[in-house]
């Protein structure tokens, strides 16, 4: 390497330590957003408020009602007065759902009929209304088994036994945090890159630069390869959180993932330094990468999974990088996930690699011009 490349590459780490507000952005952001977020950006439904209006008032609706209020998910039961309550418990949002036993709960339970209850649930948060659903509906299924077992009755024709592959537990930092582990890697990644030249604009030394004995190529690709040294620090720094603070195994190779993180950081580099040559100022390579990094978290499959998507959409994400080391790094962290199913998510982002930085490398050498 020549020795003006590795001054150029000194400098550019230099000059994100030095200053105060990339220091904040880079290096303690990260660690602090991994932290939290891997506690706040969970579809796990806790702390449910239900409301409840008991017409039996018999000892087995309340043993019902006392399943609920035992429960971890439900952290308070409201009781109601009557039918005109609850309408305006939904609409305040007092309560996520209302459970309604009728009159003739006990009765029919005695009479071995079917004792129907009704669950109201506030659609408004579909997904919160679909799992509390489920955890109703699973104590109630409880009941109903130990009333089938003291009244001697057989139980129902077919039991649903549960077992969930790669996470036991059903953790949700295990589930969270390698997807998490991915959008943050693509965040570093962007900044850095991004603000590389865009910086040198700003603060008017892009020109010294220019005159130096470097060449276009070799400039940018001094910058690439600074922002490449930076990410893989930082994400080794939020690995290190997830596995030994967050308590998330890893149980892929540690080489295949960081061979893959490799490639799909010159993916992710190669855009940010296009945005980078596009901008004149920080600010504005700043909101070019909020202008990729929304659409393509949403699309990587990172919230909700690719499958639930249109088609067309699906085959449009084919050409996201998050999408393809969302997958990577969930594989490295839960499955040890084997190399050929690595591979055919790596040639995508080698081929995405190319061509963002080739297009990076032809718009510098163009504004240079």
Known sequence: MRSSLWSLIVKELLANWRDRRNRIILLISPMIQV?????AATQEVKNVTLAVLDENRSVLSRELISRFEGSPQFSQVIRLQGVTDIAPTIDSRTALAVLHIGQEFSRNLSARQPAK?????????????????????????????EIAQGAGLRGPPSV????????????????????????LTTTVGMMVSALSVARERELGSFEQLLVSPL????????????????AIAETTIIMVIAMYVLGVPMEGSMVLLYGAMIVYLLSIIGIGLFISSLSSTQQQAIIGVFMFLAPAILLSGYATPVSNMPDWLQTL???????????????????????????AHLWPLALIAAATLSAATWLFRHKTA
């Open 160 to 183: 649903v036994v549960a077992r969930t592959w790669f996470n036991p537990n059903s953790d949700t930092l295990w589930s969270t945090v390698p997807g998490l582990f991915a959008v």
């Open 117 to 145: 209850v009704q669950l109201i649930l506030d659609g408004r948060s579909s997904n919160a209304a679909q799992i509390t659903q489920g955890y109703a509906v699973e104590i109630i299924d409880r009941l109903n088994a």
């Open 317 to 343: 994400t084919l050409v996201n990088p998050v999408r393809h080391f969302v997958v990577i790094a969930k594989g490295a962290f839960l499955k040890d996930l084997p190399i050929d199913v690595i591979a």
């Open 35 to 39: 932290l939290i977020f891997s506690f």
């Open 215 to 230: 060449t276009s190529l070799e400039i940018l690709a001094g910058k690439a390869l600074s922002a490449l040294l930076i």
